[in-house]
Structures are given as structure tokens and as C-alpha cells.
């Protein structure tokens, strides 16, 4: 079977070099200050070439924001592996881990920031579509594999649990983005997150713990 040709590689690199100057932009400059213009003189192609490639600017944010969700996607999913892997071990722990490594990605991961900042206003009614097909169902496949484990309260309805779950953890970067002291508004985020998690668990599955307070 052949590989791609010249001009298929050719295409492919010129539609990663313009995702890559849109990645810096959005991150430097926000959505709304990033012309396509901009876009296309950082990667130094014409304006032509980057309709090729996509309809407007908004389709690139739409892709670099489904990137960023299959990440925390992996993120839970790695989660429920682990948490089969050590049935030993406290299941909230292992939650409470996927939590902060979310929150925490606010602050150390200023493409994470800055996407989660914008994506609501950018993409509107999109990023509803986009959180609920590619980020909520690993947190639902997690809260599962905590149900099978009798870690649940046995009346949790497991779907609207990853939504809120999921809406928690978005507004958490918010509020984290906007704090004059975000390692601050970390600790608090994350402890009032697992607060409301507990509330999820049995007796057996023990409280949330407060591991990075």
C-alpha cells in the first residue's frame, strides 16, 4: 500500500503549521484579538491556503478545544484503569487525583487556561455539544466503575452526575483564571469539588480526601 504522496504531506504539515500559530495566538492574544491574517503570517502561508483548510478561525479554537477535552477524556479513563488495577486501594483517592490534575493543568498548562477561558463565549452553543460528546462519557464510564465497586450511593444517577461533575470542573478553571492568587483559589476549588463528591460515595467508600489542601 502506498504512503501519502508529496503534496498530501505538504498539506498535512501546512494545516498543523497554521494549528500551531493559532495555538500561540489564542494562548498570547486571545480568540477575539487573533485575525486570520495573524494566523496565516505565523505560519507563513496566504489566506487562500488557510480556507483550504478551514471554513474561519473558529473551526481551529473547535479543534484545538476537542484536543484539550480528549485529554482530560484520557485523563479519566486512565483513572478507571487504575482504579481496577488496585481494588485495595481508596477509590476517592484515585478521583480526587483526576481532580486536581485538572485544576491543577489551570496553572501550569496556559493553553489548557486560556481555552477553557474563552471556549464558552468562542464556540456558544458548540461547546455544550463538545463537552457533552467528548468529555463527559469517560467521567461517566469512571463514576461506573465506582458504582460497580459499591462506591456510589446505589440511587446516583450516573449520567447527570458526569454532566455536573464536568460543569464543576469547568467553572473551576474559571474561577481559578480569574483569582489574583491562584494557588489559593486551587486549594478552595479543589476542596469544595470533593466535598460535593463525597456526597456521591457510601459510608464504606469513606470522605473525600483533602490530599493537595
Excluded at 473551526?59 to 479519566?76: C, H, M, P
Excluded at 464510564?141 to 462506591?151: F, I, N, P
Excluded at 474559571?174 to 491562584?182: E, S, V, Y
Amino acid at each position: 500500500m502506498r504512503g501519502p504522496n508529496r503534496r498530501q504531506l505538504y498539506a498535512e504539515q501546512t494545516r498543523a503549521d497554521l494549528v500551531t500559530a493559532a495555538r500561540k495566538l489564542f494562548v498570547d492574544h486571545g480568540f477575539t484579538r487573533t485575525s486570520v491574517e495573524a494566523i496565516t503570517g505565523a505560519a507563513l502561508v496566504s489566506k487562500g491556503t488557510f480556507y483550504h483548510h478551514f471554513p474561519d478561525k473558529k473551526a481551529i479554537f473547535a479543534e484545538l478545544y476537542t484536543e484539550l477535552l480528549q485529554q482530560v477524556g484520557a485523563l479519566g479513563d486512565a483513572t478507571s484503569e487504575a482504579i481496577r488495577a488496585a481494588p485495595d486501594r481508596p477509590a476517592t483517592t484515585a478521583v480526587a487525583d483526576l481532580t486536581h490534575a485538572f485544576l491543577r493543568r489551570t496553572i501550569d498548562d496556559p493553553l489548557h487556561r486560556e481555552l477553557m477561558v474563552q471556549a464558552p463565549s468562542v464556540l456558544a452553543g458548540q461547546y455544550r455539544q463538545l463537552n457533552d460528546a467528548v468529555a463527559e462519557p469517560p467521567l461517566e464510564r469512571l463514576l461506573t466503575v465506582l458504582a460497580e465497586r459499591g462506591d456510589l450511593q446505589p440511587d446516583v444517577p450516573l449520567g447527570t452526575a458526569a454532566r455536573l461533575l464536568l460543569a464543576g470542573l469547568c467553572e473551576g478553571n474559571q474561577i481559578i483564571a480569574a483569582a489574583p492568587d491562584r494557588e489559593e483559589a486551587l486549594t478552595r476549588t479543589f476542596r469544595a469539588i470533593t466535598l460535593l463528591m463525597s456526597g456521591l460515595t457510601t459510608d464504606a467508600a469513606g470522605t473525600s480526601p483533602d490530599l493537595h489542601a
